[in-house]
């Protein structure tokens, strides 16, 4: 069955109207008509199934015919921080996000990243990937959409991640360095007894140039231990796409 994004709360209402930009989206491009039924999602946190009820040129109708909570992401939260490469390999990686569950997209500037200033990337840009969002969501059937953080720089991400409570942090980095992927996790995943469960996992994953040797420095200098994913090195996506669902897997996340 189709699903659609309904970008406002519902409430008690027993009907909806469908107008411009949704209106076209639905009724013009998908082709639903008058006794068609589909599920809208909304950000109240529930999805809805619902039936053109009446329809004209400019708006449609809709009955609410039944009401269901949608499912939450489960913890803990996976926060993917990726230093902007090309803009067809982010808008990839945003899609195949948020299929695979990520919660928080953190996009950032470091000295090797596409973009060189936050100021360079436009409105239109972040309404851009917002609508990349909202199309991966209806597709995947997800309850919630994934949030797509303001650019910011290199310095700032450190600081989230390094005061963020009950969290892990994995810093992908294709460099030598001892401590693979297999080995961090589980050193990271055996809490103590007594020890609060982690909440938010933090990915940081570099640009089509990596990280230059201060930026590497500074992690190492906050304690955020640099971790490599195996002798070959990955392009963009590769790396955030295997990161997600190797942690999904070892979180136990893509459990029903």
Not at 134 to 141: I, N
């Amino acid at each position: 069955m189709r699903r659609y994004w309904y970008p406002e709360a519902v409430g008690e209402q027993t009907h909806l109207v469908l107008e411009e930009e949704l209106f076209h989206h639905i009724c013009d491009v998908c082709r639903q008509g008058q006794g068609s039924k589909f599920e809208l999602i909304s950000p109240d946190g529930f999805s809805r199934l619902v039936e053109i009820e009446q329809l004209n040129k400019r708006q449609a109708l809709l009955k609410i015919l039944s009401t269901q909570k949608s499912k939450a992401l489960k913890p803990p939260h996976i926060h993917l921080c990726i230093s902007l490469p090309k803009l067809p390999t982010f808008e990839s990686v945003l899609e195949k996000s948020v299929e695979l569950g990520v919660a928080h997209i953190h996009p950032f500037i470091s000295d090797f990243s596409f973009f060189k200033s936050a100021q360079k990337v436009s409105e239109d840009r972040m309404e851009r990937w917002q609508r990349i969002v909202v199309s991966a969501t209806q597709q995947s059937g997800r309850g919630e959409l994934m949030q797509v953080h303001p650019v910011v720089n290199f310095e700032n991400i450190v600081d989230q991640m390094h005061r963020a409570p009950a969290s892990m942090c994995l810093f992908a980095y294709e460099g030598s360095t001892p401590l693979g992927l297999k080995s961090y996790l589980t050193r990271h995943l055996a809490r103590p007894e007594g020890e609060a469960s982690i909440q938010d996992v933090w990915l940081v994953v570099g640009s089509e140039g990596g990280f230059s040797d201060s930026e590497v420095f500074e992690m190492k200098s906050r304690k955020l231990e640099p971790v490599t994913m195996g002798d070959q090195v990955l392009r963009v996506e590769t790396a955030c796409i295997s990161l997600v669902s190797v942690l999904k897997y070892e979180l136990g996340l893509m459990e029903a």
